[in-house]
Structure formats: structure tokens, C-alpha cells
């Protein structure tokens, strides 16, 4: 158990290892706001407008958005008094370039990235994860055709929609979004266990157990 409260907490793994869903437990324990770059990119994917337009062709490639748009919007969102007290930010950054960048714009308001926390899963789980994951178009409830199936085939329990994939948990998607993992983000991975903030967590168990981890090495008082 940490003694010191980590406010800025970075999560880094591949597709599928459960980021976004502990990101949004540690995020309503510790009271701080939950970034989650993926799904702020996908609502910018749904607009008809030219950066929209640009934004959608990498997302669904699984290809990483470039640099200049990913800037914008992280800072945008940094900048608002909401996040002063720290926050959790899944999915950025992603690769070394996006590290020196979210430093950079931390210390311009005296703030650092207190710990770094790696969702470690094989590419057999997060490949099972990935493509049998299915969301609800309306209301945005979430379900896995094998471990959490709806009880009407494809059909949302919550509100009777039909169930959709994600374009980019298609298989040939999940393999460029796993090689983007393995070449740009793995990285990551050294340049904060050099930094001694480093945490790495058995993420290829089930989400209850994930977070029992994750709560034992991170503490917010
Ligand atoms: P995710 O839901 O985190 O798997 O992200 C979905 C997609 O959004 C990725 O495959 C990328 O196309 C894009 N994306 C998410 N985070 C970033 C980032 N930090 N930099 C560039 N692209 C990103």
C-alpha cells in the first residue's frame, strides 16, 4: 500500500485488458475525473464535419490519431478546474512522443504523473475480450456474446436495441491495434519504471479481481 496519495494516475495496456473499466472504479473512489481518450476520440469520429471525418479513418484502422489532434484535446479537457485535484486518463498517452507531451503540459502547472499503472494481459485473453464485445448504440450498455451475454440474442436487455460492434473489434482491426500496442505504446513501460512509478497488474483475470489489486497499490486516502 502506497503512503502518498497518486492524484495523476496514467493506465497503459493493450486493447481488451480493462482499462476504461477500472479507470471508471479508481476514478468514483478516488473522486477524481476519468479520461478516457478512445471514447473521446469515437465521439469526435461520429461528427460529419472535416476533423471528424479525419479523426473516424485512423480510429477505424486502429491506427493512432496523429499528435497535433490528440494535443488539442487533451489539453482542452487538462485545463479545466475539475481536473486540479489529479484524475486517471486511460488511453494516453500511447506512445513516447504523447508521454513528453503530457509531462510537459503537467509542469507547466507544477503537476507530474504520480504513478503509471500497466494492465497486463496475453494476446489470447484480450483477443477473446475484444471480439466478442458488443454495446448498445442507444443507451450504451455493454456486453460480451460468452461472459456477459444479453437474454435476447444481439438484443439490449436495458432498452431492446440491436447490439453493435465496434468497427475497430473487428479481427483484422484488433490485430493493427495490437501491433500498435506492441511498437508505439510498450515503450511507455520503461520510461516510467526509470521513473520508479511504474505498477504492473495481472489484468487476465476477471474485474472484481483486477480492482482488488489496483486498490492495493493505489491508495487515496
Ligand atoms: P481505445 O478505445 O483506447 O482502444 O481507442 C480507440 C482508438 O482511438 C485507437 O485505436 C486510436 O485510433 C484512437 N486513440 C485512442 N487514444 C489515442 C491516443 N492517445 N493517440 C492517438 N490515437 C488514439
Given at each position: 500500500m502506497r503512503d502518498e496519495v497518486p492524484l495523476i494516475v496514467v493506465f497503459i495496456g493493450p486493447p481488451g485488458s480493462g482499462k476504461s473499466t477500472q479507470a471508471e472504479l479508481l476514478s468514483r473512489q478516488c473522486r477524481i475525473p476519468h479520461l478516457e481518450m478512445g471514447e473521446i476520440l469515437r465521439d469526435w469520429a461520429t461528427q460529419d464535419t472535416p476533423l471528424g471525418r479525419q479523426i473516424k479513418s485512423y480510429v477505424d484502422r486502429g491506427l493512432l490519431v496523429p499528435e497535433s489532434m490528440v494535443r488539442q484535446l487533451v489539453e482542452q479537457r487538462l485545463r479545466s478546474p475539475e481536473f486540479r485535484r489529479g484524475f486517471v486518463i486511460d488511453g494516453f498517452p500511447r506512445n513516447l512522443a504523447q508521454a513528453r507531451m503530457l509531462d510537459e503540459m503537467l509542469a507547466e502547472a507544477y503537476q507530474k504523473v504520480d504513478a503509471a499503472v500497466l494492465f497486463d494481459a496475453p494476446e489470447r485473453i484480450v483477443l477473446e475480450r475484444l471480439s466478442g464485445r458488443r454495446l448498445c448504440p442507444r443507451c450504451g450498455a455493454s456486453y460480451h456474446l460468452k461472459y456477459a451475454p444479453p437474454v435476447?440474442?444481439?438484443?439490449?436487455?436495458?432498452?431492446?436495441e440491436k447490439l453493435r460492434q465496434r468497427v475497430d473489434d473487428r479481427p483484422e482491426v484488433i490485430r493493427s491495434r495490437l501491433r500498435v500496442f506492441a511498437q508505439e505504446t510498450a515503450p511507455l513501460i520503461e520510461y516510467y519504471r526509470a521513473q520508479g512509478i511504474l505498477h504492473r497488474i495481472d489484468a487476465s483475470r476477471g474485474a472484481e479481481q483486477i480492482y482488488a489489486d489496483l486498490k492495493s497499490e493505489m491508495s487515496c486516502g
Amino acid at each position: 500500500m502506497r503512503d502518498e496519495v497518486p492524484l495523476i494516475v496514467v493506465f497503459i495496456g493493450p486493447p481488451g485488458s480493462g482499462k476504461s473499466t477500472q479507470a471508471e472504479l479508481l476514478s468514483r473512489q478516488c473522486r477524481i475525473p476519468h479520461l478516457e481518450m478512445g471514447e473521446i476520440l469515437r465521439d469526435w469520429a461520429t461528427q460529419d464535419t472535416p476533423l471528424g471525418r479525419q479523426i473516424k479513418s485512423y480510429v477505424d484502422r486502429g491506427l493512432l490519431v496523429p499528435e497535433s489532434m490528440v494535443r488539442q484535446l487533451v489539453e482542452q479537457r487538462l485545463r479545466s478546474p475539475e481536473f486540479r485535484r489529479g484524475f486517471v486518463i486511460d488511453g494516453f498517452p500511447r506512445n513516447l512522443a504523447q508521454a513528453r507531451m503530457l509531462d510537459e503540459m503537467l509542469a507547466e502547472a507544477y503537476q507530474k504523473v504520480d504513478a503509471a499503472v500497466l494492465f497486463d494481459a496475453p494476446e489470447r485473453i484480450v483477443l477473446e475480450r475484444l471480439s466478442g464485445r458488443r454495446l448498445c448504440p442507444r443507451c450504451g450498455a455493454s456486453y460480451h456474446l460468452k461472459y456477459a451475454p444479453p437474454v435476447h440474442d444481439e438484443v439490449c436487455d436495458r432498452c431492446g436495441e440491436k447490439l453493435r460492434q465496434r468497427v475497430d473489434d473487428r479481427p483484422e482491426v484488433i490485430r493493427s491495434r495490437l501491433r500498435v500496442f506492441a511498437q508505439e505504446t510498450a515503450p511507455l513501460i520503461e520510461y516510467y519504471r526509470a521513473q520508479g512509478i511504474l505498477h504492473r497488474i495481472d489484468a487476465s483475470r476477471g474485474a472484481e479481481q483486477i480492482y482488488a489489486d489496483l486498490k492495493s497499490e493505489m491508495s487515496c486516502g
